[in-house]
Nanobody, 124 residues
Framework: QVQVVESGGGLVQAGGSLRLSCTIS????????MGWFRQAPGKEREGVSC????????YYAGSVKGRFTISRDNAEKVLTLQMNEVKPDDTAIYYC?????????????????WGQGTQVTVSS
């Protein structure tokens, strides 16, 4: 059974940095295209960033481009989202997902495996 587990959320001041991590158990990590989605109160879940299983293809939503960096270490089985220059609008529950379709134009999530989510709160 594949399980996706996130860690690293918390409270941070605007302009600060935060790092989210994610790993998979029950399956080969480097078989999976992966990414991060987020959902703010009263809003739909949106794709933030995703990365192909090789790491060669990445996508960033316009709202985070230049501030967030997605990376993966297949040897260590870790997916990372480095969040810099965070803004109050980045406040949301962040979900790690595995099993995406990744292109430079977007992340498609037809039936991915979801993590439980981790809260990120940015104070102004």
């Amino acid at each position: 059974q594949v399980q996706v587990v996130e860690s690293g959320g918390g409270l941070v001041q605007a302009g600060g940095s935060l790092r989210l991590s994610c790993t998979i158990s029950g399956s080969r990590f480097n078989d999976w295209n992966m990414g991060w989605f987020r959902q703010a109160p009263g809003k739909e879940r949106e794709g933030v960033s995703c990365i192909s299983h090789t790491g060669r293809t990445t996508y960033y939503a316009g709202s985070v481009k230049g501030r967030f960096t997605i990376s993966r270490d297949n040897a260590e089985k870790v997916l990372t989202l480095q969040m810099n220059e965070v803004k109050p609008d980045d406040t949301a529950i962040y979900y790690c997902a595995a099993g995406l379709r990744v292109t430079t134009d977007g992340c498609a999530a037809s039936s991915p495996k979801w993590g439980q989510g981790t809260q990120v709160t940015v104070s102004s």
